[in-house]
């Protein structure tokens, strides 16, 4: 029932910022864990970055740490990617995702992990 719709992608100089949104309709996301995972162009759906249903615990991939930032508002609905320090690699169509199980002790970092998308926005960082 609840569907999810990524936005706030686009073209980036190296070095530049993005900010990713999820936007959560027909259904809460408050009890769910959530997560960003890309897929480049000839690569496989990468683990980028994850949150559990309150928000206080994250996990990232190796190759954003220090860069990317996952939060999300409850109360909208919303969850974040913050992108900083953006690389040429990180060109990528980006998805949101939710945990398939609510209130999960663990934070999923595979896509078996989630049982909702979103159909995805491009992120291109070039110069």
């Known amino acids: 029932q609840v569907q999810l719709l990524e936005s706030g992608g686009g073209l980036a100089q190296p070095g530049g910022s993005l900010t990713l949104s999820c936007v959560a309709s027909?259904?809460?996301?408050?009890?769910?864990?959530m997560g960003w995972f890309r897929q480049a162009p000839g690569k496989e759906r990468a683990f980028v970055a994850a949150?559990?249903?309150?928000?206080?615990?994250?996990e990232y991939a190796d190759s954003v740490k220090g860069r990317f930032t996952i939060s999300r508002d409850n109360t909208k609905n919303i969850m974040y990617l913050q992108m900083d320090s953006l690389k040429p690699e990180d060109t990528a169509l980006y998805f949101c995702?939710?945990?398939?199980?609510?209130?999960?002790?663990?934070?999923?970092?595979?896509?078996?992990?989630?049982?909702?998308w979103g159909p995805g926005t491009q992120v291109t960082a070039s110069s």
């Open positions: 949150t559990n249903w309150s928000g206080d615990k994250t």
């Open positions: 995702a939710k945990s398939s199980t609510p209130f999960f002790i663990e934070i999923g970092t595979t896509a078996s992990d989630y049982d909702v």
């Open positions: 027909g259904g809460t996301i408050g009890t769910y864990g």
